[in-house]
């Protein structure tokens, strides 16, 4: 089964897109227990009572950067055997300069796939988290994190 991807177009450069996804999590995603600086940094993302752990297992700054989610407790109203779906998933983070002003984010989120009994409501959050938070929080400074 295919895992999910997204890609988006950001004006902005691969420096600062870098810094949003290991310095600046909490400003377009959700609440970071401390930043990422460099490969084997653990760290949490949280809304609420939902959260997830991960280690980071590549680190290319400005490029690429790759969490494994090595802890889950998933929790959405009405989905139920959600709580350890991401366990064990894969989110790489790849930047690629388009030119002076643009470059671009591909996202793959390894083992998220529409088997997944989270996959809907993961899938949309990510469109909306990468192709709306993300990018707003990159070109104007202000993203749209959970709260």
């Known amino acids: 089964m295919k895992s999910y991807s997204q890609s988006v177009k950001i004006y902005g450069s691969n420096e600062a897109i870098f810094k949003a ?3 600046r999590i909490d400003k377009w995603w959700g609440e970071v227990n401390h930043p990422i600086t460099g490969p084997e940094t653990v760290f949490r993302v949280s809304f609420g009572e939902a959260y997830w752990g991960f280690k980071v297992i590549d680190f290319t700054p400005n490029i690429r950067i790759t969490w494994e989610c090595i802890e889950s407790n998933q929790v959405h109203a009405g989905l139920k055997g959600i709580k350890e779906e991401w366990l064990g998933t894969k989110l790489h983070w790849n930047i690629l300069e388009e030119d002076d002003s643009v ?4 996202f ?6 529409p088997a997944f009994n989270c996959y809907d409501v993961c899938s949309s959050a990510w469109d909306f988290f990468i192709t709306d938070s993300l990018k707003s929080y990159v070109e104007e400074g202000i993203g749209k ?3």
């Open 145 to 147: 994190p959970e709260k």
């Open 103 to 106: 470059s671009r984010v591909d």
């Open 21 to 23: 996804l290991t310095l």
């Open 108 to 113: 793959l989120h390894e083992g998220l796939v």
